[in-house]
């Protein structure tokens, strides 16, 4: 994490990306699923049997359903990322600050000590 403000953690865009907690990216974390197109033949077969519908119909309803699950991901995906971009938004101001704070006690105390 990066520095804290007001006894909260700030992100800083260089904290992102660097494994966190879990040891992996966000490049390497999506890594292991299957392509948008890719349907497993255990699914179909089971859409078929649970629905009676035809093999045709079943891998439509499992795409048209894998098409709204990536919607609804894409969906909090941008939610994580406007969260994080107010974050960063947060922790710029913050910085701004501190670095106004200093300057003026640096002005305070030039003050006092000139004769």
């Not at 704070?101 to 006092?112: A, E, R, Y």
């Amino acid at each position: 994490m990066g520095k804290t403000c007001c006894d909260i953690p700030c992100i800083s865009m260089s904290d992102l990306g660097k494994g966190g907690a879990h040891g992996c990216n966000a490049h390497n974390l999506f890594d292991g699923m299957p392509s948008q197109h890719e349907l497993f033949e255990e699914d179909i077969l089971l859409v078929m049997n649970e629905e009676k519908i035809t093999r045709e119909e079943a891998m439509h309803l499992l795409q048209e359903e894998w098409a709204e699950a990536m919607r609804r991901f894409d969906e909090k995906l941008d939610q994580l990322l406007e969260f994080f971009g107010v974050k960063v938004a947060k922790s710029e101001a913050c910085e701004n600050r501190e670095e106004g704070h200093s300057t003026s006690i640096n002005s305070t105390s030039k003050n006092v000590n000139t004769p």
